[in-house]
Structure formats: structure tokens, C-alpha cells
């Protein structure tokens, strides 16, 4: 099988241009039109001759995602089905809203870490995306946002299937040809990493100064209780993880956004709130509270109206910022936790 040009550093392009006999300076082009034009074929690339896009169709492939389907919800979401080059399916995720575009983004085919409450969790894992699907995706729904809203991306979250820090090599690809100049140039303040809490990975991201975003999705703050839904917790405990994001604190200044879905109850008491508070405190923070999306796999239901403003409430009268976060795409299974490839 030939090899995804995409795979190519900049460096290995314009070597295989100097070995073909060919100008440095079609290095530059050709770039450009897989990075910022997004080009899916050679023939796209117009101001190649016939014979140089001839050989490069006989020497690399361009392995492109495709849309297999696409569904609208009733609150704007709009959930895409992606096709990769072997079939396998991923699902991404345009949420406008007033005053931003994101793409919620996959980073894997499947999961393993087969949280209780999450659909992709209750999937295997087949692969790890390359980091050209990752930046397909977000080609992909910045259309949408463009067609729907007249309107750009201006956000992205690697929220969608997978742990990005268990395919952390690509992601960081796939982030640095999003934020490139002579690539999608977003800026990586736009863009927020969500991790289930992979302890070594998140000190790797604060020794590789990383500029975007982190999020970790935390659900409880004691071990009991964060055990039982996220077996990830086994291995990274909460003692390990606090330690781990104040270090990425110090090493990058970015704060933490902790992910906190409400539970009925399970997580949703005052003395949950006091623990989720202790847990916080001393790392430079915000909390997002997130209403829970009921999946059939599991046996979780989200918390009442009441319990979720007192939950905030006692987080505000600790000076925390705390924002709650509305369901988006329940009817169509885009909403948090639902993505598991069904129509």
C-alpha cells in the first residue's frame, strides 16, 4: 500500500522533490494544498503539470475521511458520521451556539477505557486516528458551520470518541497542522484537549509546553465513587492526578476546565460538592457541570433541576467559576457521552 503523502514532514516532501529532479519550491505547493487547501486528490492541484500529478499518484496515496452521513438536531447540533479509508466509522460534532462554532472531534476508532456512562465506552477500541483524519474532521465541520450558520469554526474539543492522551502523538499533530500557519491557523487558545486522566500524558503535555487547552473529566472527587464509573480512576488515582495538573499549571500557566456530570443519586449531594470543592481548590480552575444524556447501556439518570443549582450553588459561595452546561443533540445522539455510530 502507498503511503498517505499527508504522513510526510515538510522536511521528507522536499526531499522527495529534490530526489524526483524537481524545483524546491514545488515542495511549497504541494503542501499547500494538502494542509491548507485540503486537497482529497493530486488532480485537484492545478498549477502542478499533468505528468508531475501523474507521479504523484503513482507514488503516494491521499487517504481523505468522508462523510457517510449527517444529522440535524432540532437545537441546531448538527452530528456527522465519518468514513475512513478502511471503513471504519468515527462521529464528530458541530454545536453552534451564540457566540461560538465548535467541532467536537474523535481521536480514536472506539475506546478502552469503558467508562460506565459514556456509549463510546461500551465499544473497543480498533484504532488510533491518524493525524490527518483528526484535521479532516475539522475541514469537515467547519463546512457544516460555513453551509448551516455562514459562520466559521472557532472552537474545537477533542471530546468526541477516544481518550486523545492514549493517542497522544497524533493528536499533537493533528493540533500543530490545525494551528499552523501554513495550515488551518487556528489559535490553540480555541482549542480544548478533554482527557479521562491519564496521569504521565498530561506531565508529558506540561513538559512539551503544549499552547492549547486542558480539561479533565472528573465525574467525582473521591476514589470510591470514581472507581466504580471510570476504571481509569484504578490506576490514576485522584492523589496522582491533582499532582499532575498542578504541575501542568506551573509549566504552561493554563488553568484546568474540570468536566463534572451530575448523576442522580450517585454524585449530586452537598457533601459531593464539598469533596468536588476540596479536590479543585488549590489548582487554578473552572468547573463545567454537565447534564447527564441517558444511554441504554448504562443505568445512570441525570440529577433533578434542584439538586444541580444547589451542586452549583455551594460551588459558587467558594468563589469558583462554575458554569453549567445545557444538553445540545439529545435527539439525534450527539449530546455528551452518546456517540457510539448510531443513526
Same mark, same amino acid.
Given at each position: 500500500?502507498?503511503?498517505?503523502? $499527508?504522513?510526510?514532514?515538510?522536511?521528507?516532501?522536499?526531499?522527495?522533490?529534490?530526489?524526483?529532479?524537481?524545483?524546491? !519550491?514545488? #515542495?511549497?505547493?504541494?503542501?499547500?494544498?494538502?494542509?491548507?487547501?485540503?486537497?482529497?486528490? %493530486?488532480?485537484?492541484?492545478? *498549477?502542478?503539470?499533468?505528468? =508531475? $500529478?501523474?507521479?504523484?499518484?503513482? &507514488?503516494?496515496?491521499?487517504?481523505?475521511?468522508?462523510?457517510?452521513?449527517?444529522?440535524?438536531?432540532? &437545537?441546531?447540533?448538527?452530528?456527522?458520521?465519518?468514513?475512513?479509508?478502511?471503513? #471504519?466509522?468515527?462521529?464528530?460534532?458541530?454545536?453552534?451556539?451564540?457566540?461560538?462554532? +465548535?467541532?467536537?472531534?474523535?481521536?480514536?476508532?472506539?475506546?478502552?477505557?469503558?467508562?460506565? %456512562?459514556?456509549?463510546?465506552?461500551?465499544?473497543?477500541?480498533?484504532?488510533?486516528?491518524?493525524?490527518?483524519?483528526?484535521?479532516?474532521?475539522?475541514?469537515?465541520?467547519?463546512?457544516?458551520?460555513?453551509?448551516?450558520?455562514? +459562520?466559521?469554526?472557532?472552537?474545537?474539543?477533542? =471530546?468526541?470518541?477516544?481518550?486523545?492522551?492514549? @493517542?497522544?502523538?497524533?493528536?499533537?499533530?493533528?493540533?500543530? $497542522?490545525?494551528?499552523? /500557519?501554513?495550515?488551518? *491557523?487556528?489559535?490553540?487558545?480555541?482549542? /480544548?484537549?478533554?482527557?479521562?486522566?491519564?496521569?504521565?500524558?498530561?506531565?508529558?503535555?506540561?513538559?512539551?509546553?503544549?499552547?492549547? *487547552?486542558?480539561?479533565?473529566?472528573?465525574?467525582?472527587? @473521591? &476514589?470510591?465513587? $470514581?472507581?466504580?464509573?471510570?476504571?481509569?480512576?484504578?490506576?490514576? +488515582?485522584?492523589?496522582?492526578?491533582?499532582?499532575?495538573?498542578?504541575? !501542568?499549571?506551573?509549566?504552561?500557566? @493554563?488553568?484546568?476546565?474540570?468536566?463534572?456530570?451530575? !448523576?442522580?443519586?450517585?454524585?449530586?449531594?452537598?457533601?459531593?460538592?464539598?469533596?468536588?470543592?476540596?479536590?479543585?481548590?488549590?489548582?487554578?480552575?473552572?468547573?463545567?457541570?454537565?447534564?447527564?444524556?441517558?444511554?441504554?447501556?448504562?443505568?445512570?439518570?441525570?440529577?433533578? #433541576?434542584?439538586?444541580?443549582?444547589? %451542586?452549583? &450553588? %455551594?460551588?459558587?459561595?467558594?468563589?469558583?467559576?462554575?458554569?453549567?452546561?445545557?444538553?445540545?443533540?439529545?435527539?439525534?445522539?450527539? #449530546?455528551?457521552?452518546?456517540?457510539?455510530?448510531?443513526?
Amino acid at each position: 500500500m502507498k503511503q498517505d503523502v $499527508r504522513k510526510l514532514t515538510f522536511d521528507k516532501l522536499k526531499d522527495y522533490i529534490s530526489e524526483t529532479g524537481l524545483p524546491a !519550491f514545488r #515542495a511549497k505547493q504541494i503542501w499547500e494544498w494538502i494542509w491548507v487547501k485540503s486537497a482529497h486528490t %493530486f488532480e485537484e492541484m492545478s *498549477n502542478l503539470s499533468l505528468l =508531475m $500529478r501523474a507521479q504523484l499518484a503513482k &507514488d503516494f496515496d491521499i487517504l481523505p475521511i468522508s462523510v457517510q452521513t449527517d444529522q440535524k438536531s432540532n &437545537d441546531g447540533t448538527i452530528k456527522l458520521a465519518f468514513s475512513l479509508h478502511d471503513k #471504519a466509522l468515527v462521529e464528530g460534532v458541530l454545536i453552534p451556539v451564540d457566540d461560538r462554532m +465548535t467541532a467536537c472531534v474523535s481521536s480514536q476508532v472506539g475506546c478502552s477505557l469503558s467508562c460506565k %456512562f459514556c456509549a463510546t465506552g461500551y465499544m473497543d477500541r480498533k484504532r488510533n486516528l491518524d493525524p490527518a483524519e483528526i484535521y479532516d474532521q475539522v475541514v469537515e465541520i467547519d463546512k457544516q458551520a460555513k453551509r448551516h450558520f455562514d +459562520t466559521p469554526l472557532s472552537n474545537i474539543v477533542f =471530546m468526541g470518541m477516544g481518550e486523545p492522551l492514549l @493517542n497522544y502523538k497524533n493528536v499533537l499533530r493533528s493540533i500543530e $497542522r490545525i494551528t499552523a /500557519t501554513d495550515g488551518l *491557523n487556528m489559535s490553540p487558545k480555541r482549542i /480544548t484537549v478533554s482527557t479521562a486522566g491519564i496521569s504521565k500524558m498530561i506531565i508529558k503535555l506540561a513538559d512539551d509546553q503544549v499552547k492549547f *487547552n486542558l480539561a479533565l473529566s472528573l465525574h467525582a472527587a @473521591n &476514589d470510591v465513587k $470514581r472507581n466504580q464509573i471510570m476504571p481509569i480512576n484504578e490506576t490514576n +488515582t485522584l492523589k496522582v492526578l491533582k499532582e499532575s495538573l498542578l504541575y !501542568f499549571y506551573q509549566k504552561t500557566g @493554563n488553568q484546568i476546565t474540570f468536566e463534572y456530570i451530575v !448523576f442522580d443519586n450517585f454524585n449530586d449531594g452537598l457533601e459531593d460538592a464539598e469533596e468536588l470543592w476540596h479536590f479543585v481548590k488549590s489548582i487554578p480552575s473552572k468547573i463545567n457541570i454537565i447534564e447527564y444524556n441517558p444511554i441504554a447501556e448504562a443505568k445512570y439518570q441525570n440529577t433533578t #433541576a434542584d439538586k444541580l443549582e444547589q %451542586f452549583a &450553588d %455551594f460551588l459558587k459561595s467558594k468563589k469558583l467559576i462554575v458554569n453549567i452546561r445545557r444538553s445540545r443533540g439529545k435527539d439525534i445522539d450527539a #449530546a455528551c457521552g452518546q456517540l457510539a455510530n448510531k443513526k
